[in-house]
C-alpha cells in the first residue's frame, strides 16, 4: 500500500510539472504571435519636436539697428550708407 501512495504521489507530481510546462510554452507561442499581429507603429516612438525658426528681421529693423549702431559711434557715416544700400537693395 504504501508503494502505491508513492507511485501515485509521483505520477501526480510528474502530471503536474508537465502541464505546468505545455501551459508556460503555449503563453509563450500566444505572446508571440500576438507580438506579430500588433501594429508596428504603436511601438515607434513620437516624432522629435520641430523647433521654432526665429523669422528674419525685416528690412526696418535692421535699418533701425544699423541707425543704432551709427548713433553709438560703432559705425561710420560711410559704413551705414554701404550697409543701407544692401539692404534696400537685397
Do not use: C
Amino acid at each position: 500500500m504504501a508503494r502505491t501512495a508513492v507511485v501515485a504521489g509521483t505520477a501526480t507530481a510528474v502530471s503536474g510539472r508537465v502541464a505546468r510546462r505545455q501551459q508556460a510554452k503555449y503563453q509563450t507561442e500566444a505572446d508571440a504571435e500576438a507580438y506579430e499581429q500588433t501594429p508596428q507603429a504603436a511601438y515607434e516612438p513620437p516624432p522629435a519636436p520641430v523647433a521654432p525658426v526665429a523669422a528674419a528681421p525685416t528690412s526696418v529693423e535692421q535699418l533701425t539697428q544699423l541707425a543704432a549702431l551709427r548713433e553709438q559711434g560703432v559705425l561710420t557715416d560711410a559704413e551705414f550708407e554701404v550697409e543701407k544700400a544692401k539692404i534696400i537693395g537685397g
